[in-house]
């Protein structure tokens, strides 16, 4: 497995947790890297982006003040902290790599994706 997401888990409503991606090939160091979101019964929906050297993030309208995306390149890599979490948060959360080097949100700008996380919110 090339990228790996780690950190998922259960949380209550209202706290935070972070979730981090790793590139073990050191592919996406030159690369925007992208988190998204699946949760069941749902389409994969853009969460967060982040440019190659880290200057420039978007985000979705949904998660926006609540969850910060930061990269390490020296240490290939990138999280993702969520705070204020709702149960609508509850996904599998995927980290992928852009074919640029920009933050992107369209789901067709990636094209290497990782195992996903799951994190749960609960009421």
């Known amino acids: 497995v090339q990228l790996q997401a780690s950190g998922g888990g259960l949380v209550q409503a209202g706290g935070s947790l972070r979730i981090s991606c790793t590139d073990s090939?050191?592919?996406?160091?030159?690369?925007?890297v992208g988190w998204f979101r699946q949760a069941t019964g749902k389409e994969r929906e853009f969460v967060a982006a982040?440019?190659?050297?880290?200057?420039?993030?978007v985000y979705a309208d949904s998660v926006k003040g609540r969850f910060t995306m930061s990269r390490d390149r020296t240490k290939n890599l990138v999280y993702l902290q969520m705070n204020s979490l709702k149960p609508e948060d509850t996904a599998v959360h995927y980290c992928?790599?852009?074919?640029?080097?920009?933050?992107?949100?369209?789901?067709?700008?990636?094209?290497?994706w990782g195992q996903g996380t799951l994190v749960t919110v609960s009421s």
């Open positions: 090939r050191r592919t996406f160091s030159n690369n925007g």
């Open positions: 992928a790599r852009a074919r640029g080097s920009g933050a992107a949100t369209m789901r067709t700008t990636y094209d290497l």
């Open positions: 982040i440019s190659w050297n880290g200057g420039n993030t």
